[in-house]
């Protein structure tokens, strides 16, 4: 069974501040997704990144796959409120189901 | 331009009743996926669906759930006789081509709470 793990599990911070947040397994993943979830809302996906290295920007979040695409790794550059969710990491290897991390819960403080 | 549709949004049942969660994908989308969520928790899969067909129920209970995605309407996940455990948001997720590998459109969710 492949296994995600996400840390830290908590994060709260003030408006502007920068932050990391992760994603890792012993497995090796073809694909690998970060979605946000807002309270009473389904998870939206915001990025797929599938080769080794990869690393992808979105506005102020900066997305990356680790080289032997087990780890990857989300960047927010000057948090704002609207940053505040859950952030979900999944993974999937070709013909397998989605498996989803618990969760980092950001709280962004005005 | 509608995603994906899922109804009820909230549902109360009583011990031993039966459950129905509706789900129509994304236009154009034929692959359906079920997961349940518990508060503090991540998605957990429960079956993935084709038009008529269960492609992997391996998630779902073998007791008391079921699911279907008939030719016509929408996805359904049922749920008879539930228990206060059942309690959860369930989602349905949907997609163009089979497990994409470039991720899955979700729907808001029906949260079940069972008293």
């Known amino acids: 069974t492949q296994l995600l793990e996400q840390s830290p599990q908590f994060l709260s911070i003030q408006e502007g501040e920068n932050l990391t947040v992760y994603c890792n397994s012993s497995?090796?993943?073809?694909?690998l997704q970060w979605y946000r979830q807002e309270p009473g809302e389904g998870p939206v996906l915001l990025v797929t990144?599938?080769?080794?290295?990869e690393v992808k920007k979105l506005k102020r979040l900066t997305f990356q796959f680790g080289d032997a695409r087990k780890d990857s790794s989300l960047h927010i550059t000057a948090a704002q409120p609207g940053d505040t969710g859950l952030y979900l990491c999944?993974?999937?290897?070709?013909?397998?189901?989605?498996?989803f991390g618990p969760g980092t819960r950001l709280s962004v403080l005005p | 331009n509608a995603g994906v549709m899922q109804n009820p949004r909230h549902l109360v049942r009583r011990r031993g009743q039966e459950a129905r969660l509706r789900c129509s994908p994304m236009k154009g989308h034929s692959h359906v996926y079920w997961y349940r969520q518990l508060p503090e928790e991540g998605l957990k899969f429960m079956v993935y669906?084709?038009?008529?067909?269960?492609?992997?129920e391996s998630g779902m209970p073998k007791e008391r759930f079921s699911a279907e995605f008939p030719k016509e309407g929408p996805s359904i996940l049922r749920i008879q006789q539930v228990v206060r455990g059942d309690s959860a948001a369930y989602f349905c997720a949907s997609s163009p081509l089979d497990r994409s590998t470039y991720g899955y459109t979700f729907g808001s969710g029906t949260r079940l709470t069972v008293v």
């Open positions: 999944a993974g999937n290897n070709y013909g397998q189901n989605f498996v």
């Open positions: 990144v599938v080769t080794g290295g």
């Open positions: 497995s090796v993943f073809s694909s």
């Open positions: 669906l084709q038009k008529e067909n269960i492609i992997d």
